[in-house]
């Protein structure tokens, strides 16, 4: 009888690393990097260009090409995008161009990156992804939600690290409007409301999310997560509230894992 082969491992020292590309389409920047999969951390600096106004399909993925060329990354990439994607189809765009609903993503980027792979999902289920694996929500069992907080709201939703893809909550209707247009850190700064004014529409959206979705953390992004010690504090729902703490890099790393794991919404 024969003794089945074996596989010999090597060291992790000689183990190349677990590289990715992920790019993460905002508003005013795209912004991409490479990323190493076993820490979550960039492997340098992230690159950014300015987002082209207007921001149409074909212009951002422009913008795309650009930031995956100057790191001259030939394999696959994840992208995210600020709205709803189901089976490879934008769906919403509720704050970026209104061309974007109907497009195919999957075909127009893979066409601006010369047919290669790609996988493109919600900007904020991109942050859940690596908030929940790398930072905020790393170890902590059971339904985590994160929220972003910048123009719009975005929201994820991931149980014991699996994602339900978007959830949308920024639209749900709280009181007498959506979540998004009270209580978004645009809202604030339109209205130039105190931290202890907006902190009250945010209580009251989280209060509302907490009643239906029970989770056991709140993650806060978005750039306003950056200054957390002056609301964080102030806001008076159950559930605890903590900052990202990969902020500008999330939605990177989540877009990278996104394409690592091959994941399509
Ligand atoms: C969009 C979401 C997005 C969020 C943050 C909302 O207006 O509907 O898809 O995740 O903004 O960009």
Known sequence: MTAPSTTT???????PADLAFGVD????????GIVDLATGD????????????????????DGVAEVVAHFEWTGPVGITLPGVVTDGVMRTAANID???????????????????????????????????????GKGVDGVVMLLTFGTGIGSAILNNGNLVPNTELGHLQVGKKEAEHQASSRVREEKGWTYEKWTE?????????EALFWPKLFIAGGGISRKADKWIPLLTNKTPVVP?????????VGAAMAVSQGLKT
């Open 9 to 15: 491992s090597t060291d992790d020292a000689d183990r």
């Open 42 to 61: 960039l492997v340098g600096e992230r690159f950014k260009v300015l987002t082209p106004q207007p921001a149409t399909p074909d212009a951002v993925a």
């Open 244 to 252: 990202a703490t990969l902020l500008n890099t999330a939605g990177i």
């Open 201 to 209: 529409k945010v209580s009251e959206v989280l209060a509302t999310y």
């Open 98 to 136: 209104k061309a974007w609903i109907g497009t195919d993503v999957y075909d127009l980027f893979s066409g601006h990156l010369g047919g290669r792979t790609v996988s493109v999902l919600n900007d904020a289920d991109a942050a859940g992804m690596a908030e929940d694996a790398y930072g905020a």
């Open 25 to 32: 389409v905002g508003g005013s920047g795209i912004k991409g």
